[in-house]
């Protein structure tokens, strides 16, 4: 039995936009949280994600307010706390994220296992919110880097430090 689902919040109607959001699965498709498997979110398989995959996670709001400023986007999951962009493995390599955002390497959002035996009640997963019609699954993780500063109100901060921490001044 599939319960219904309502779409994840989109900007406002006073601000257009110029993405579209994926549409309720169809009956005859499996549940949405099963695009989560042992923790890991998964591209649509039409899609190919040839450079590997990352997830960023940020706060919902920050995900409305940067989804309408960005020229292209890849797929895009949700859960009632956080947005998670699917950007290119290894998008983390040289640049430090701001504190309010997440990342995830190889896209494993769910808690380890060793963090909790039993799952949290009213924890949903990440479903599919958005996905491009066609070509790559990512979202070019420069443009969402600077943006996900600025709502945040981090400055843009990099490395080549191995350890990805900013350079001694």
């Not at 319960?3 to 579209?20: Q, V």
């Not at 890991?40 to 919902?60: C, F, K, N, Q, T």
Request: hydrophobic share 35%.
């Amino acid at each position: 039995m599939y319960r219904s689902r309502s779409r994840d919040p989109i900007p406002s109607p006073s601000e257009p936009s110029a993405h579209s959001f994926a549409q309720p699965p169809h009956p005859a498709e499996p549940p949405t949280h099963d695009r989560v498997r042992s923790g890991r979110l998964v591209i649509p398989s039409p899609l190919r994600a040839s450079l590997g995959y990352d997830a960023v996670g940020m706060p919902r709001e920050h995900g409305e307010r940067i989804l309408d400023r960005l020229q292209r986007v890849g797929c895009i999951f949700a859960d009632a706390r956080r947005w998670w962009w699917i950007v290119p493995a290894g998008s983390h390599i040289g640049v430090i994220w701001p504190p309010s955002i997440s990342y995830a390497i190889g896209a494993q959002v769910a808690d380890p296992s060793w963090t909790s035996t039993r799952p949290k009640p009213g924890r949903e997963h990440p479903r599919l919110i958005h996905s491009p019609e066609t070509g790559q699954p990512y979202t070019p993780p420069i443009p969402l880097y600077f943006l996900t500063c600025r709502v945040a109100g981090s400055t843009p901060l990099w490395s080549l430090d191995a350890a990805n921490r900013p350079a001694a001044q």
